[in-house]
């Protein structure tokens, strides 16, 4: 039958209104209207229509679900608010410590949580714009995740575009949570950008189903979910992500839209369209422990794996006063359930050499499967830590995973020893070069004494390689580097030739250009990976960008006193020592000057001081030169605090186009009012 151009405009719309209909009520309210076959039929026939008239095919219909192209490599997609980690508590103790913590900085104000399921999977945040979903990335390193958005498509659960609440629904939700005519309305309208945080996981069935259907078919099966979670989302080709039955649950609105608090939250996004984690609020930490147990008891018969429970405080606006430690936000812990166990043998124990000299005890034990992979290595810290357990050579052990993660051997069933168990000997000459081990005072690792180390150069130069991007500079490119005498020191990579490459085994012309010019294009470098690059011991990542906002340039970081590296956020006085030193020395002297002989190029950051201590603000209107997000996001990186509404304990008020209320209140109480202009002076922009 032959639909005319209007007749099919109108089809479609239904269409796609009538498919995200049984989306929501399927994936969210959990039940189903019509079965599979019926959902099949329509969006068969929505696909016929659009294929007639593709002009209508927009990016958020159901048929747009799979059919991007496989791609060549992810792009980067900086993330606007961090993606930060969490701090892990395995016991009530544990739990009540945080709260006392948080209680000393909110200076005994009381708090309420809202607790929530912590799905074993992989943390993707949704970026909507104007309703629709435009970007989906990977945490990435926290501040620059992957960009996986076609392969989010797939995924049914994820709505396309934010759902529109209806009128009834708004009501409530504006009398259950006292929300302004401002929020509602931000609610109504889904304009602008909004941005979900959520965990993509796969149905511990679906996972049992996949895993027979891939061994008749004698293709290797997978060991749990969360791996192949991960794996699905990060696979270049979309397709193959659409053939694996992936689920997603959203856990938090990370857009700040000004409601009050995480239960709020969790109400708006299941209005959006989002099935979400199951939580709940609680008014003392007894609710909580309460729900955790009550949650540990349902663990297996649930269908998804879960390794804890996320405790949050609540109220939003005490959340964002709390502020970050590190790379973890005060106001969230998540109480993890005890880590599985599994009982092993020790089989010999190895030292290992890092790039700052320190050795470290790796013992390689029978390979033992531990919350669901296969375990054959376990860190055993430190000598202390040898001698602590009381550990030898043919030992066996409990093994567990701390957080889920970290294989580590907790104790040793001494009561299973034959007596051929052999002591471990702790080494007195480094394994790698035979210097002199050495500790330092008051430090618990040992140390190789030779700053020439072949095993310090070999990791310095590793670390500075994945600093700098150079992905082509794997371990064994570096070992034959360095054996040849071509590379010593970081610095040393930029000075390579291609025709260097050509006298090294597995190298021909063609893979000697290539990897030569991959290190030619990552000589540019921002300042916190190049940072990072130096190796400085105590100094990651997180470290690394704070002293990049708050120096901005590497001449300013080198000539840093003691004091002014103290004053940078979350930096003791180890940290400083250990940067004031690095600086200070000829090695660390010679390492930025052969960084500039050879022509890397740090770029400056713009560093950001932190003038703001102190200082209530809130945003209200439309600013023209700044979003109001990140004019907020601005105010807390210069120590200032943001609020929602406006106070006795407001400093200033920023306003733009259509301030709506909040500018009224202002003036009632006399707080500052600034222009947007008056702000960026401020900030002196």
């Known amino acids: 039958m032959v639909v005319s151009k209007a007749d099919a405009k109108g089809r479609i719309l239904k269409l796609r209104q009538l498919i995200d209909r049984y989306r929501y009520e399927y994936h969210v309210l959990d039940t189903q209207e019509v079965s599979d076959a019926v959902n099949d039929s329509l969006k068969h026939e929505l696909y016929t229509l659009e294929q007639t008239y593709p002009e209508f095919v927009t990016a958020d219909s159901p048929t747009q679900r799979v059919g991007g192209k496989p791609l060549d490599k992810f792009k980067k997609v900086p993330h606007v608010y961090p993606m930060l980690s969490m701090e892990d508590v395995f016991s009530f103790d544990e739990l009540n410590e945080w709260h006392e913590r948080v209680l000393k900085i909110r200076e005994g104000n009381s708090l309420d949580f809202y607790a929530m399921l ?25 501040k620059v995740g992957e960009d996986v958005t076609n392969n989010i498509k797939t995924i049914e659960s994820v709505p396309l575009s934010l759902r529109a609440p209806d009128e009834s629904e708004l009501r409530a939700l504006k009398k259950n949570f006292d929300l302004s005519d401002e929020v509602v309305e931000k609610i109504r309208s889904r304009t602008g950008r909004i941005e979900i945080r959520g965990e993509v996981y796969m149905p511990k069935q679906a996972f049992e189903i996949m895993n ?16 192949v979670s991960a794996g699905s989302i990060r696979q270049l080709d979309p397709a193959i992500a659409a053939s694996r039955p992936l689920d997603y649950m959203a856990w938090r609105l990370e857009t700040d839209i000004g409601e009050p608090t995480q239960t709020a939250g969790v109400e708006i996004l299941k209005l959006f369209g989002f099935k979400t984690s199951l939580g709940q609020p609680c008014e003392t930490l007894d609710e909580v422990k309460k729900f955790f147990e009550s949650i540990g008891k349902r663990r297996e018969k649930l269908d998804f794996w879960i390794d804890g429970v996320v405790v949050r405080v609540n109220n939003n606006l005490a959340y964002r006063q709390l502020g970050v430690v590190g790379k973890t936000p005060r106001g969230l812990v998540a109480w993890k359930f005890p880590a599985e166990e599994a009982t092993t043998k ?17 013992a390689t034990v029978s390979p033992t499967l531990v919350a669901g992979t296969t375990v054959v290595h376990a860190s055993l810290h430190n000598a202390d830590e040898i001698e602590r357990l009381g550990l030898k050579v043919g030992d ?44 330092r005072d008051g430090e618990v690792a040992l140390m190789c004494s030779n700053s020439s180390c072949y ?11 994945r600093a700098f991007g150079i992905d082509g500079l794997g371990d064994k490119i570096v070992d034959k580097l360095l054996t040849a ?42 300042l916190a990976p190049f940072i990072v690059s130096l190796g400085i011991r105590h100094v990651g990542s997180e470290t690394a960008f704070s002293l990049a906002l708050a120096f901005g340039s590497i001449d300013k970081l080198a000539s840093a006193s003691r004091g002014e590296l103290l004053s940078v956020s979350d930096i003791g006085d180890t940290v400083a020592d250990s940067i004031y030193e690095f600086m200070q020395s000829d090695l660390g002297k010679k390492m930025l000057q052969d960084f500039d002989e050879v022509g890397v190029k740090v770029k400056k950051a713009k560093a950001i001081k932190r003038i703001l201590d102190g200082k209530k603000f809130v945003v209200t209107g439309t600013l023209a030169k700044l979003g109001r997000e990140e004019a907020k996001e601005t105010i807390r990186l210069m120590g200032g605090q943001v609020s929602d509404s406006v106070s006795k304990q407001t400093d200033f008020v920023v306003v733009g186009e259509n301030p709506g209320s909040k500018a009224d209140k202002a003036g009632e109480l006399g707080v500052r009012i600034l222009s947007e202009g008056e702000f960026l002076r401020m900030l002196g922009q």
């Open 485 to 526: 005498g071509l590379v010593k020191t970081p610095p040393d990579i930029f000075r390579l030739q291609a025709a260097d490459f050509l006298g090294i085994e597995g190298f021909a012309d063609v893979s000697a250009n290539k990897l030569y010019n991959q290190i030619q294009t990552r000589k540019d470098i921002d």
């Open 346 to 362: 020790v089989e010999s124990i190895e030292w290992f050499v890092g790039r700052t000299g320190a050795l470290t005890p790796v």
């Open 396 to 439: 066996t052990v409990i093994l567990t995973k701390a957080g889920d993660i970290i294989p580590k051997i907790v104790k040793v069933l001494v009561e299973l020893r034959t007596g051929k168990e052999m002591n471990v000997k702790i080494p007195k000459q480094c394994p790698i070069c035979s210097s002199d081990v050495v500790r």
């Open 118 to 142: 912590k799905i074993d999977g992989l943390a993707v945040s949704l970026v909507y714009q104007a309703g629709v979903l435009f970007t989906a990335a990977t945490r990435g390193d926290g």
């Open 212 to 227: 027979k259907e891939r061994a008749k078919r004698g293709e290797d099966t997978f060991a749990n979910p969360r791996n």
């Open 455 to 465: 095993a310090k150069e070999r990791e310095k130069v590793l670390y500075a390689a």
